[in-house]
């Protein structure tokens, strides 16, 4: 029983979870932090009440175990985040037994699919997030 996992990492709109919907085959595990989020607050996708931290993280937590010890019976898992920096790829990489997939977009194209999203993320807040993804963004080391 081989079981596959990703890290998918990139910058915030890069398209992380349009690349899994269509890799992705029923019954693979998804870890994300925007749809565990939504699912423990009820709220809209990018609305994260403060007051469910510990929750929201334990649910993270919970499930990186699962994918660590191969928790279920998934075939392939995929890990879902901005990851910039390629010590904590690295990182998770050796402890989930994962491969990375880079989802490598421009920053202005980013910035673009921002300005016409229109799914209720606050602009300039994520905007910011984008240059700071850009700012500490660590390319893997050469081999």
Not at 77 to 86: D, E, N
Request: charged content about 30%; some cysteine.
């Amino acid at each position: 029983n081989v079981r596959t996992v990703y890290l998918v990492y990139g910058a915030p709109l890069s398209g992380k979870r349009t690349w899994i919907s269509e890799v992705q085959e029923p019954g693979d595990l998804i870890v994300d932090m925007d749809s565990i989020w939504q699912c423990v607050s009820g709220c809209g996708r990018y609305v994260k009440p403060g007051r469910l931290n510990a929750v929201a993280f334990a649910v993270h937590r919970g499930l990186m175990e699962c994918v660590r010890t191969r928790t279920g019976r998934w075939k392939r898992a995929y890990v879902i985040g901005g990851y910039p920096l390629s010590s904590e790829r690295e990182r998770l990489c050796r402890s989930l037994g994962a491969r990375e997939i880079f989802i490598d977009t421009p920053e202005a194209v980013c910035r673009e699919r921002l300005e016409s999203c229109g799914d209720g993320r606050d602009l300039e807040e994520w905007s910011g997030y984008i240059a700071e993804w850009f700012r500490r963004y660590l390319p893997p080391p050469k081999a």
